[in-house]
């Protein structure tokens, strides 16, 4: 296939106007993210308040904008390598659309299948758009600062009006009393985090430099206020390995020769550890956030609900009872409550959902972006860093997948993080088949 130089420059044009959409997309659906403190879900048109309406609004928005150019996709070279490297989230979206004809709440599996759809539409949109390792760096800045924008939002309100940025569980320690559950602001700022670490450590952008120290703050507070249990020991621990794999070695071993001599001073001061005696007490108090022993053993009551949803899914194990649906009558009774809860955990919420196909569309299209992404060419250290971002991305949710639905819950920030990181593994795939067909004319990302 030969490209001539004005086709060249079309190409990179697309590519930009594609990657401003992807960019604007971010933004909307990262930010627009907040709930009416109070509200317990939506089952009729009469349960949809103004912040309802401004999501479902920024969603079409949105839509709106990728219809408007899928053209530019659709003419782009590599269309077809994009479409079958995400194949199998497009087949997930669609069987959970297909699936709210036997769900019990038919409107809630399609309109949540949708969203599922119009995230897929963006990965594959931001797969053709980062042609460069500019467009990299600015789709990560995007996502980045849109998490942090989050997290900024939930401070004000929290010094300005309390009673909105309030995070905090009610009394069962199941609800939301404000603006943004603390689970849900504990993943964002985790995630936020992650990108401004891996964004300063791996390569020399100047929004990372910038923004670093800001970011982190802001973040760092939201993840301590949220007192989220996972999302702390997941971001410390993907940060360290972000330290080991990303910067130079000196630099890493400086880090840690100055870990250990702190550690040596502590210990030759105070060798009885006495002075961590208070600390200690505080932290477990933290940590336990209220909870009883029993309530903290049981995972805040998973222990309760994870035997009915394995149930549920024995009732209808191969196509499930519907996207987002966890029940055949579309309400299970637990922790002295009805209503469609999610399993908590991402693979019992696929199976119960979506049964075994649906399970199996999950392992294969998050299975073949790690194969792809193992076996995509690596040239320099920049493209090595964008790998290891990926797979640090993607053990926080294998991690966070545990304990929560993740991006298989209600639409949440941490969704639109996970299916742009599929686009850029997409990305990395078709480059290299880009590069043997186009020659010069498409750079690889990183």
Not at 71 to 86: E, I, K, T
Not at 213 to 219: F, R
Not at 266 to 275: E, G, K, N, Q, R
Request: contains cysteine; hydrophobic residues 50%; charged residues 15%.
């Amino acid at each position: 296939m030969t490209i001539s130089p004005h086709e060249t420059r079309e190409f990179r044009r697309d590519s930009r106007r594609l990657l401003i959409v992807v960019c604007i997309s971010t933004w909307l659906l990262i930010f627009v993210t907040f709930t009416q403190p109070g509200r317990h879900g939506v089952h009729t048109a009469q349960d949809v308040d103004w912040l309802g309406m401004l999501k479902m609004g920024s969603r079409g928005l949105v839509c709106a904008m990728l219809l408007l150019v899928a053209p530019l996709a659709l003419r782009h070279p590599q269309r077809r390598a994009a479409v079958q490297s995400l194949l199998p989230w497009i087949l997930l979206a669609g069987f959970g659309m297909l699936s709210s004809g036997w769900s019990a709440l038919p409107a809630l599996s399609m309109a949540q299948a949708g969203c599922l759809g119009l995230l897929v539409a963006m990965a594959i949109a931001a797969a053709l758009a980062l042609d460069s390792p500019q467009g990299v760096s600015r789709l990560l800045c995007h996502t980045a600062c849109s998490l942090t924008a989050v997290s900024t939002v939930l401070l004000l309100a929290r010094f300005a009006l309390p009673h909105l940025g309030e995070l905090a569980r009610n009394a069962a320690g199941r609800g939301a009393e404000g603006l943004l559950h603390p689970t849900t602001a504990a993943s964002t700022a985790s995630l936020g985090i992650l990108i401004f670490v891996a964004g300063r450590l791996g390569w020399p952008w100047r929004w990372a430099r910038m923004a670093f120290w800001p970011g982190m703050a802001v973040n760092s507070f939201v993840l301590a206020l949220s007192a989220a249990r996972l999302a702390l020991a997941l971001t410390a621990a993907l940060c360290l390995l972000l330290a080991l794999v990303m910067p130079p070695r000196t630099r890493f071993w400086t880090m840690a020769l100055a870990v250990c001599t702190a550690a040596c001073t502590f210990l030759a001061v105070d060798p009885s550890w006495i002075s961590l005696e208070s600390p200690t007490r505080a932290l477990a108090k933290y940590a336990r956030r209220g909870q009883s022993s029993r309530q903290v053993t049981g995972l805040s009551g998973r222990d309760e609900i994870w035997p009915l949803m394995w149930e549920s899914f024995l009732e209808s194990p191969w196509i499930g009872h519907g996207y987002y649906v966890t029940s055949a009558q579309g309400k299970v009774r637990v922790w002295n409550d009805r209503g469609n809860f999610t399993a908590h955990n991402l693979f019992l919420q696929s199976l119960t959902t979506t049964g075994l196909i649906g399970f199996g569309l999950l392992l294969w299209g998050w299975s073949q972006a790690a194969v792809a992404l193992r076996r995509s060419r690596t040239t320099g250290r920049s493209r090595q860093h964008l790998k290891w971002l990926l797979v640090v991305l993607w053990l926080w949710f294998l991690g966070w997948g545990m304990l929560n639905a993740s991006f298989l819950a209600p639409f949440q920030p941490e969704a639109v993080v996970f299916f742009l990181s599929m686009g850029l593994a997409a990305r990395l795939a078709i480059a290299c088949p880009l590069e043997r067909t186009v020659g010069q004319t498409v750079e690889a990302p990183g």
